[in-house]
């Protein structure tokens, strides 16, 4: 087949998981998520297990050791079957903390620590650089092997170039739908979709294979079997300690793996999702593994001596002339590696930004990150991490020259995740265990996983001199790499999953034992082990009312962007029966909004963040008690008094305001009178007197036309007044006639803002408008919505006090409603003044001539209550900004 | 407030809470089942045997874990069990 | 010649005053607000002033105050206007050393009235 036909064909296969990928996005956009989280999807998606290690790998596995691979299907098995307990209990502490990843689950767990998450996702760096590098290696290797057959077959100098092609590809990909977004939870539905179907293609593919191999080539499972022991090769016999070994290994590793974690935690695991895949996850192992040693069997004895075993699956179709099959083989490979390695970095990449660049950023430049956008400078963190490690992964294949069997780079990966097993298990189980075991632990595996599998695979004399290898470190006979404390003659690998997981459990043990951790990871502690109890989420560690809701809002905002943030604490508001969407910053509120942003950006950062603005988390001495009490009832007294306390304060908080608001009214009250009074007699005075002028006759008829002029205005505005207090009455009683049509809101907005220019003219005054969102019809009354237009527009001409004023005019529309932001530039309205702008006569200075008599955002309010929607104040915007929100069609009894 | 119910309430989710614990075994038995290739023979030779019995024994796994999880399924849900006074998932 | 300052911010107001009031002879300064200060009043050398009640920056109220409190200013009579009409403005007024007030609308001969009772008194003293 010719190698741009190859290519051709790929660039289209990957155009469809594009397409699919892009469908499910839309979907989940549209809020129909329950179809794209279903079990089933949920499943196959963990397929992303099996990458190509498993379908061009296992087969040269085969081929080497015989039965050995399946150990590697067996463990996930064993742990899919009858532990999923264990990871119910990671998804349910991955939903109810959002947890972004593994490292961030751990850094969380042990008092949301920052020097975890670093050491967490360096192992995760080190560890998936080997299991990328295999990737690229085992799609380097499909294209060379399609493209040799051919006459024009292109020589091997050509691989470093497939390779860093297909690096790039994946790295564009990754980027388009791994950091579209920065969602909370991390969820990415467009790539879990792709990712289930890339699993669909790569059974059907391998299966195929192994059916054509079994029943096509050789000639049924009887025969089959007959070849299988006539093949027994040497080196197929079972050892006991790799086989032990790597069903634990492999079991570790299904927990552990970044990507295994992304998939089954973050994702958005259900327990429902659980139950199926408790048995329906090892089935797909199994149909995975049925056909491997078929196929290494019949490889063996077909293929000319010397020819690479790990590409059977590739070379067995193309040799009996099976070009259509080989294709699908090699798409079933091509799936297996690249939904491995987009998975993969989505999730190293989520680790690097949220434990390393962001931390470094909060401290080099504290300022920036509490005032700048966030969420711009996390999404390019993410993009440049995605591309650095798979740069990772690419140098490492060059390095390793792309020689090594695919099989032995996968379990040098295995192990080194593995050693994130114990701390993990121990912090979901063990609220003893502390920050600084587990510090121990890792650096401790870590280290041992190293020395004794990682630097030694590159052989003698690269990494690690010869001497070490036979004389041990600093000539220490006890610390030789293949044979840690003298005991030689064991399996290398056996060797170091051993030694590693004795040394990480005795070092994380220990170090839990002799230390004593801190309020916060105590606090975690409780919440991560208890996960299950009602009230698991504990006493909250942020002090009562220090953090002004505004600030919280604003840095809300450029986390979460502003639509959710908003729409975050007007709920909140709305809980604490308050209007607007300031609520109170209680400390549950503090805590929740933690979780939410530790959602985005991991919870070492949003801990960080949060104390900025709220002062140090503070924790009081009765938290601790509770915390440290392990007997229920006092648990439970302390949160029923807590509760108490904090409902009582919560309603004196609410009749402060009430009162607050109460006493304004009644000032208003006397204002308003006063102020009726104020601006009819005005006009009156100048219509007196100079109509006393004009009775009095002999004037000259010049001062007679000027002075009638006058009269006449003033009887206008007066006229004017009067037409805006019965206005406002009509409106209030909800008696308006309204004269609905269909009208685009462009239009409105181009005829409110001409109107209004009438106002200042003299400014120069910018608007930035975005024309394509305003261009949309709405049913309602456009001469009323006009009205309102004109008085927010003519206000901030009037009110905005920027050297170079601005006005923004944004459009939104969701769920049948269309919100139209009026955003300027100025120093906005101060909060006290926030609650009494739209009450009748509230100027805010004592500028009265600055407009008409202060009844402009009362009229505002009362003309969009009347059109089935609302005004209200935007907080925290910067300047001055009001949001008109409307139904897309009014309603019969709207109208 | 949700509280904790008082213990023993939940009688009627017994045979669940057994079944479960059979999900929690099942592992072991496994364990048991795919070391047995290495105790018979000595692991030497007889691949196609042992891969047959393995693939059998990996079926069956996967079945028992078919009828617990259906067993499971029926559970009155996780809320409930979220309630009890002593969660299986604590360590020991 | 009585010299009177008018600080008056509606401008048709001001301009129905002015005619007024120099029309009986008057000479007539009309300010729109009390912005330039005391300074400003005490350079012009009034022999009456009469303020608006609201003002924008500084109110009536404030400016009378000032008046009161300066040296050159001290004896100057001080005529008040006010359109909102409540009790509780003529007595923050009085109390602050007013010499007349007045309720918006008025008519011209009240006006005409007040002021020449207030420049006569002026003269006298």
């Not at chain 1, 790998?57 to 590697?72: C, D, K, M, N, Q």
């Not at chain 1, 077959?153 to 950091?179: E, K, M, S, Y």
């Not at chain 1, 990712?195 to 096509?216: D, S, T, Y």
């Not at chain 2, 891969?51 to 499971?72: D, K, Q, R, T």
Request: proline share 4%; glycine share 10%; charged share 15%.
């Amino acid at each position: 087949m010719p190698f741009n036909l190859l290519v051709l064909f790929c660039l289209c296969y990957v155009a469809m998981l594009f397409c699919v990928a892009f469908l499910a996005e839309r979907r989940a956009a549209e809020g129909r998520v329950r179809w794209l989280r279903s079990p089933a999807i949920y499943t196959l998606s963990l397929s992303i297990y099996c990458t190509a290690w498993t379908f061009y790998g296992a087969v040269g596995y085969a081929a080497r050791s015989g039965l050995e691979f399946v150990t590697i299907y067996l463990g996930p098995t064993l742990v899919f079957v009858g532990w999923w307990w264990v990871l119910r209990k990671l998804v349910r502490i991955g939903r109810q903390q959002r947890v972004t990843s593994i490292a961030d689950l751990i850094s969380s767990r042990f008092g949301k620590s920052n020097i975890l998450g670093v050491v967490v996702t360096l192992i995760a760096v080190i560890a998936a650089t080997p299991y990328i590098a295999l990737q690229l290696q085992s799609v380097t290797l499909s294209f060379a092997v399609f493209a040799s057959g051919t006459p024009e077959g292109w020589a091997l100098p050509n691989r470093d170039a497939t390779a860093i092609w297909v690096a790039g590809g994946l790295a564009l990909f990754t980027i388009l739908f791994g950091t579209r977004n920065l969602d909370a939870k991390e969820q990415h539905h467009g790539v879990v979709l792709a990712i289930a179907v890339e699993a669909v293609v790569k059974l059907v593919a391998l299966l195929a294979v192994g059916i054509f191999v079994v029943w096509g080539i050789a000639g049924g499972a009887q025969e089959v079997f007959a070849r299988i022991d006539a093949t027994q090769a040497a080196g197929w016999t079972l050892q006991p300690d790799r086989w032990i070994g790597m069903i634990a290994v492999s079991g570790a590793a299904v927990i552990c793996l970044p990507r295994m974690f992304q998939v089954m935690v973050v994702e958005g695991g259900e327990d429902r999702h659980l139950a199926l895949a408790s048995w329906a996850f090892p089935a797909y192992l199994l149909l995975m593994s049925l056909f491997i040693v078929p196929i290494a069997v019949i490889g063996l004895e077909r293929m000319p001596a010397g020819s690479n075993p790990d590409m059977f699956v590739l070379t067995l179709p193309l040799a009996e002339g099976q070009g259509g099959l080989a294709l699908l083989a090699f798409l079933g490979g091509f799936s297996s590696a690249t939904s491995m390695v987009i998975v993969e970095s989505i999730a190293l990449a989520t680790m690097v930004s949220n434990h390393i660049v962001m931390p470094l950023w909060l401290r080099l430049a504290p300022k920036a990150a509490m005032k700048g956008d966030v969420r711009r400078i996390v999404l390019l963190a993410r993009r440049l991490s995605i591309v650095g490690v798979l740069g990772l992964g690419y140098a490492y294949y060059r390095m390793s020259g792309g020689s090594a069997a695919l099989a032995a780079m996968g379990l040098i990966a295995f192990a080194g995740m593995a050693q994130v097993l114990p701390v993990l298990l121990g912090g979901i189980f063990w609220r003893g265990a502390t920050k600084a075991g587990a510090v121990a632990g890792l650096v401790t595996g870590f280290a041992v996983w190293a020395f004794t599998l990682l630097l030694p695979f590159f052989g003698p004399g690269t990494l690690l001199p010869q001497a070490v290898f036979d004389h041990g470190l600093f000539g220490l006979g006890w610390l030789r790499p293949q044979a840690l404390f003298g005991i030689a003659g064991m399996d290398p690998l056996v060797h170091a999953i051993f030694w590693s997981a004795v040394l990480n459990t005795a070092a994380f043990c220990a170090g839990s034992l002799l230390t004593f951790p801190g309020p916060v990871e105590r606090m975690q502690g409780a919440a991560f082990v208890n996960v299950f109890d009602a009230d698991a989420a504990g006493p909250q560690g942020w002090a009562r009312g220090r953090a002004e809701p505004e600030a919280l809002l604003m840095m809300a905002q450029r986390i979460l962007g502003e639509e959710p943030a908003l729409a975050l604490f007007e709920a909140e508001a709305r809980a604490q029966g308050k209007a607007g969407y300031l609520p109170d910053a209680t400390p549950d509120f503090v805590a929740g909004l933690e979780r939410r942003l530790a959602g985005s950006v991991g919870a070492a950062t949003a801990h960080a963040m949060i104390s900025q603005i709220v002062g140090r988390a503070t924790v009081s001495v009765e938290d601790l008690m509770a915390v440290a009490n392990e007997t229920a009832q006092i648990m439970e007294y302390s949160a029923q008094l807590e509760a108490q306390r904090e409902e009582l304060s919560r309603t004196a908080g609410a009749l402060r305001e009430a009162n607050e608001k109460l006493t304004q009214l009644s000032v208003q009250k006397d204002a308003f009178l006063s102020q009726i009074s104020h601006e009819l007699r005005t006009p009156m005075t100048s219509i007196r007197a100079f109509s006393e002028v004009l009775t009095e006759g002999d004037l000259p008829p010049e001062l007679v036309a000027n002075y009638g002029r006058i009269i006449h205005d003033e009887a206008i505005r007066l006229t004017r007044l009067l037409d805006d207090l019965l206005d406002l009455s009509v409106l209030e009683n909800g008696s308006v006639q309204l004269n609905l049509s269909l009208v685009n809101l462009q239009q409105l907005l181009d005829r409110a803002l001409a109107a209004a220019s009438h106002t200042r003219p003299e400014r120069s005054f910018t608007v930035i408008r975005d024309l394509p969102a305003e261009n949309l019809f709405l049913r309602t009354d456009g001469d009323r919505l006009v009205q309102v237009f004109i008085n927010l527009v003519s206000n901030a001409r009037k009110y905005c006090d920027a050297a170079s004023p601005a006005l923004t005019i944004s459009v939104r529309q969701r769920a049948g409603r269309v919100h139209v932001d009026f955003t300027d530039n100025g120093t906005g309205i101060a909060k006290q003044h926030q609650a009494i702008i739209f009450e009748k006569f509230a100027r805010l200075s004592d500028q009265h001539r600055a407009g008409g008599a202060g009844l402009g955002l009362a009229i505002c309010r009362e003309v969009m209550a009347n059109l089935g929607g609302q005004v209200s104040y935007l907080p925290g915007r910067g300047g001055a900004s009001f949001r008109v929100t409307l139904p897309l069609r009014i309603g019969r009894q709207a109208a | 407030m949700a509280r904790r119910v008082p213990l023993f309430l939940k009688r009627r989710s017994y045979r669940q809470r057994r079944l479960r614990d059979a999900a929690r075994l099942l592992p072991l038995v496994g364990m048991f089942l795919l070391l047995v290739p290495l105790i018979g023979a000595g692991g030497a030779g007889n691949t196609a045997g042992h891969g047959l019995y393995l693939f059998l024994v990996w079926l069956g796994l996967v079945a028992a874990a078919a009828a617990l999880s259906a067993g499971l399924g029926s559970d009155p849900g996780d809320d409930g069990e979220a309630d009890s006074p002593a969660p299986p998932d604590r360590p020991r | 010649m009585a010299h009177v300052v008018l600080v008056e911010d509606e401008p048709n107001i001001a301009e129905a005053i002015r005619f007024i009031l120099s029309r009986d002879g008057c000479t007539v300064t009309a300010l729109s607000d009390g912005m330039g200060g005391i300074e400003q009043l005490r350079s012009l050398g009034p022999d009456l002033v009469i303020l608006d009640l609201m003002l924008p920056g500084i109110s009536g109220l404030e400016l009378l105050a000032a008046i009161r409190a300066d040296r050159g200013l001290r004896g100057v009579p001080v005529m008040m206007l006010t359109a909102k009409g409540q009790g509780r403005d003529r007595e923050a007024a009085l109390q602050a050393g007013v010499n007349h007030f007045m309720t918006k609308p008025f008519s011209n001969t009240e006006m005409l009235a007040a002021v020449r009772g207030l420049v006569a008194r002026r003269g006298a003293g």
